[in-house]
């Protein structure tokens, strides 16, 4: 169907029809522009409808690309929209992906090369396709995304991640949508806007359908909560090696998919096929949320230059289209890496920070670290005899936090800085705090924590949350990261763990912190929704699971013998702290 909406400049042809391998009609709608070409294609595939293309979220309508001379294919994924066959996230992409590739590199004014585009689940497929080679590709973008299903995506140190119910619920929205079921509709959507119950629903419910209709997986992915065979096959760090095309790789400090974005990059330029597609990997970072793509969490005293905002984003993809299409110069992507440091502005690297260049800030307290009132601190002194802190975890007496690294609806996913006072309030969390800076510092590459810890249930989790407390004292969130810890001795019944050592990556950070600022450590059994809730028994989360779960222990040491760190990324940097901390 031809559609002159964009009569003039750009012609519309709607659902055209591309055959899977195995016959599934996949269709698209394709932007041309009424100049004479031939012209390079832009491949866009997304499993939230082609007519909207992403436009309404973040990225910019494909009849304003198609203007600059590019031929754009917007294609819904198998089983979306209208495209026939079953949607089951991700597991027919690679052949899909490849098909389409090739496919749009033969349509009507098409010069034969294509690159694939799109961020989030768009940008993962892309990976998945250009491992197949499709002999039309010459260069991928996978922006704001990750680098494999399990880790970073579904789950993260083990937990079961909220972004992971949300988007089964808002796919579910999509497809009773398609479906024209008013009712699972509006279960799906009343559920979605309350964050505190996307965990719990009845079984036998409107919801319950809702949910096993329109997003059938989510059991399938719940009853995998170990990284086991299942997810290999969407595992794009498994296939570096057989991806041959230059990357642009964007993503955000505050996106739930940064730590994947980067392994991308690394990956693929230590083991991308050819020594042209290890050269031509580019990482963009900067001060953005998954999505919209407005700039977060700024400091009050960032630099007089504004944030660069989603205009800008795109604009970075045009300028690294016409460089791979026409070879035509990228001066704002010279360098390998380019981020935007919260506070300072742009930086231009060769590598990404090593893990090698930190600061160890220990743990301490007097066995009284809960809340912000009690004794914890942070200091680079390592620890003599102490007192461990002891803290009980009830499942049901979690409250919900504000802000993090979450996914994807702003008016109800924790994304973003948020204030923790009233969180650091509650006799759950231990509380650590440093001394003040006496100078500003610079926080660049990755943080993470080592913990030792002992607990008496079969199953407990590790939380920390890194914040910046500012000269008025408020506590504003930077990072979080998530360990579960199983601690079942299978056959003896003998739940209680002895002290471990147990690493949690809170992720990357570019940020600028000023003098006077603080730094604090939260450390909690529980992080929700950014996570499932831990009930303790070992039991992985489904849908339909039913238990009250247990109250649990947790022991945190920090003494000469176990001494628990927080690790800080400060190549260039000192970091001091005055005397005074508190």
């Known amino acids: 169907m031809n559609d002159a909406s964009f009569a003039g400049s750009v012609e519309v042809e709607r659902d055209l029809t591309c055959r899977a391998p195995d016959g599934a009609a996949l269709r698209a709608d394709v932007y041309r522009p009424t100049e004479a070409g031939p012209h390079p294609a832009l491949l866009l595939r997304l499993p939230y409808g082609k007519t909207g293309a992403d436009s309404d979220v973040a990225m910019v309508h494909p009849a304003w690309i198609a203007r600059l001379g590019f031929v754009v294919v917007v294609q819904d ?57 499709p002999r039309a590709l010459v260069g991928i973008c996978p922006a704001f995304t990750g680098s494999q299903v399990y880790e970073g995506w579904a789950y993260r ?42 965990f719990a629903y009845e079984s036998g419910s409107e919801l319950d359908r809702a949910v096993n209709t329109y997003s059938p997986w989510l059991e399938q992915w719940c009853r995998h909560p170990r990284d086991d065979g299942f997810w290999d096959e969407w595992n794009a760090e498994n296939l570096y090696s057989q991806i041959g095309v230059p990357a642009l790789h964007v993503g955000g400090w505050w996106d739930h998919f940064v730590g994947g974005t980067i392994r991308n990059f690394e990956g693929l330029r230590a083991e991308a096929t050819t020594s042209t597609a290890r050269a031509g990997q580019r990482l963009v970072l900067g001060p953005w949320r998954h999505m919209p793509w407005t700039p977060t969490g700024e400091p009050h005293a960032a630099p007089a230059h504004p944030p660069p905002a989603g205009p800008e984003i795109v604009d970075l993809h045009v300028e690294w289209w016409r460089q791979i299409f026409y070879g035509e110069p990228a001066p704002s992507l010279t360098a390998p890496i380019r981020v935007w440091v919260s506070g300072e502005g742009w930086r231009e690297l060769e590598e990404w920070p090593s893990d090698q260049a930190t600061t160890t800030l220990y743990l301490h307290s007097g066995g009284r670290a809960a809340t912000r009132f009690g004794d914890g601190r942070l200091d680079d002194a390592a620890p003599a005899d102490e007192l461990p802190d002891v803290v009980a975890y009830d499942p049901w007496m979690v409250a919900a936090r504000q802000g993090g690294h979450g996914c994807c609806l702003a008016e109800v996913s924790p994304m973003g800085p948020a204030c923790q006072c009233g969180a650091e309030e509650s006799p759950s969390l231990l509380v650590y705090t440093s001394g003040a800076l006496r100078d500003p510092v610079v926080l ?31 506590s504003t969130n930077l ?23 147990h690493r949690v990556a809170l992720g990357p950070v570019g940020r600028q912190l000023a003098s ?4 604090r450590l939260d450390l909690a059994g529980a992080d929700h929704p950014l996570w499932d809730l831990n009930l303790t028994t070992d039991e992985a989360w489904t849908p339909t699971r ?37």
């Open 444 to 474: 660049l590459g990755d943080v993470w924590v080592d913990v030792w810890m002992s607990a008496d249930a079969p199953s407990v989790d590790l939380c920390a949350r890194l914040c910046v407390v500012d000269t008025d004292g408020c």
């Open 516 to 519: 006077g600022e603080r730094l």
């Open 157 to 198: 140190g083990g937990a079961l991640t909220g972004f992971t119910v949300e988007w089964a619920l808002e796919m579910g929205l999509d497809g009773a949508r398609r479906a024209n079921d008013h009712s699972a509709f509006q279960a799906l959507r009343s559920q979605l806007a309350s964050r505190d119950a996307w």
């Open 77 to 133: 994924v198998r089983g979306r929209w209208s495209s026939e066959g079953e949607f089951f996230p991700f597991r027919h992409e690679a052949a899909d992906g490849h098909a389409a590739i090739n496919w749009t590199a033969g349509l009507d004014a098409c010069d034969g090369r294509v690159i694939s585009y799109g961020f989030s689940y768009p940008g993962l497929i892309q990976l998945l396709a250009a491992a197949r080679a």
């Open 479 to 501: 990072l979080e990261g998530v360990r579960r810890v199983r601690t079942a001795r299978p056959g003896d019944g003998n739940h209680v763990h002895p002290p471990g050592c």
């Open 546 to 582: 039913k238990s009250f779960g247990a109250t649990a222990t947790q022991v945190i040491f920090h003494d000469a013998t176990r001494p628990s760190v927080l690790r800080l990324p400060t190549a260039d940097t000192a970091l001091w702290l005055s005397a005074t901390g508190r």
